[in-house]
């Protein structure tokens, strides 16, 4: 019996990412073509406790192809106690030409970010939202590609690929192919027209769409989610709006973490996203998941105490491996071009810590930049 429910998961897991598969396959890489940039950009970048990696991004916008009358940058204190404020007056002392905000953040809700970004649109001068985050860097033509799809596609809503910029050990390895996963599953998600994934470090959306949508009116209950469940939001009201821009040009970098239990944090607080959903496809594919990978780690227990033979555990483990091979080789080719070993380390640790982190994430609370957080 316990043979047969390990199996039927990995049927339905099969599925699953088997249509992610297919997906990826559908959504065409952009080609940018010569046409003068029009569209008008508020970049907003939420901080707290930023000040090792704010001058790397501002230095990154600094250097931004695109008039510079055409956008703005919007910064957010979140409270910071460390010297963010000061680089942030330092380097738009150093920028003059480029149009700049520095506000503090009006705490009203459970979610520090949406109240950042709740802030900040009311004084926008631009057309469009771009939020990015503090710890990251953005390519010089960032908002050129930007600015061509919209022209081209004439979107409401646009979200695009973040990547890790990874040292050489196995900690950041680690992480980086959690990350290709979600952006695998992101674009997949996009390309069977069920979109219910993305990642505020790269995320766009006119003013007037946001608006339009009550921002963040009924989604303000969960700390994180000023990406995820603003998209199936809009996905919810206007679909065929909300676009998945697949260009080199427009991936953003940003920093793994270097601590595990910092990492484990972050993880919970993303994860805790998923029990807020209400698109029934992101609700299916978040259980499959957990289920998939609570199952092996079961059947490792099980095989130990004699109740599974060790070749249906194992071909479990090979069918699971192999897809999810596929799909991690597929956003590396997109997203990173480098040299990708056979993952078998992080696919044994990866159903435990994720198995972990799911549960945690639905009774426990969370740290994040020196606060705690319960949803």
């Given amino acids: 019996m316990l043979e ?25 890489t952009f080609q940018r073509s010569e046409i003068n940039p029009k569209t008008t950009f508020s970049i907003i970048v939420p901080f707290r406790n930023e000040a090792k990696n704010l001058p790397k991004l501002l230095k990154s916008i600094s250097k931004l192809n695109y008039p510079k009358e055409l956008f703005e940058i919007i910064l957010v204190d979140d409270f910071s106690t460390d010297t963010s404020e000061r680089i942030c007056i330092q380097w738009r002392m150093a920028n003059g030409l480029i149009e700049s905000t520095l506000l503090e953040n009006l705490r009203l809700s459970n979610s520090p970010k949406k109240d950042a970004i709740s802030r900040a649109v ?34 409401k809503m646009v979200v695009g690929a973040v990547v890790y910029k990874t040292k050489n050990n196995w900690f950041h390895h680690f992480q980086q192919l959690d990350f290709l996963r979600l952006q695998g599953t992101t674009i997949g998600s996009f390309g069977i027209g069920k979109p219910f994934m993305c990642n505020g470090a790269n995320f766009a959306y006119t003013k007037k769409f946001f608006q339009d949508l009550g921002g963040f009116g009924g989604i303000n209950s969960t700390t994180s989610g000023d990406d995820v469940m603003l998209l199936q939001k809009a996905v919810a009201s206007n679909s065929d709006k909300v676009h998945y821009l697949k260009n080199k040009e427009f991936i953003v970098k940003t920093k793994p973490e270097n601590d595990l239990f910092v990492h484990f944090m972050q993880q919970a607080c993303w994860a805790s996203k998923t029990t807020s959903y209400k698109n029934i496809y992101a609700i299916s594919l978040a ?71 799911g549960i945690y994430s639905l009774f426990g609370s969370f740290a994040w930049k020196g606060r705690r957080f319960r949803n």
């Fill in 4 to 28: 047969v429910i390990l199996f039927l998961t990995t049927a339905i897991y099969v599925v699953f990412i088997a249509q992610l598969i297919y997906g990826f396959n559908k959504v065409k």
């Fill in 122 to 155: 009311p004084i926008l001068k631009h057309e469009w939202v771009v939020t990015t985050d503090a710890d990251c860097v953005v390519t010089k033509n960032w908002l050129l590609i930007l600015d061509n799809f919209i022209q081209q596609n004439n979107p």
């Fill in 287 to 357: 259980v499959v998941v957990l289920l998939m990978n609570i199952s092996l780690v079961l059947g490792f227990g099980f095989w130990i105490l004699g109740e599974i033979g060790i070749w249906n555990l194992c071909s479990v483990f090979l069918i699971k491996y192999i897809l999810d091979y596929i799909l991690l080789y597929k956003s590396n080719q997109y997203l990173n071009k480098r040299k990708f070993l056979l993952p078998l380390a992080s696919s044994l640790v990866y159903p435990v810590f994720l198995s972990i982190i």
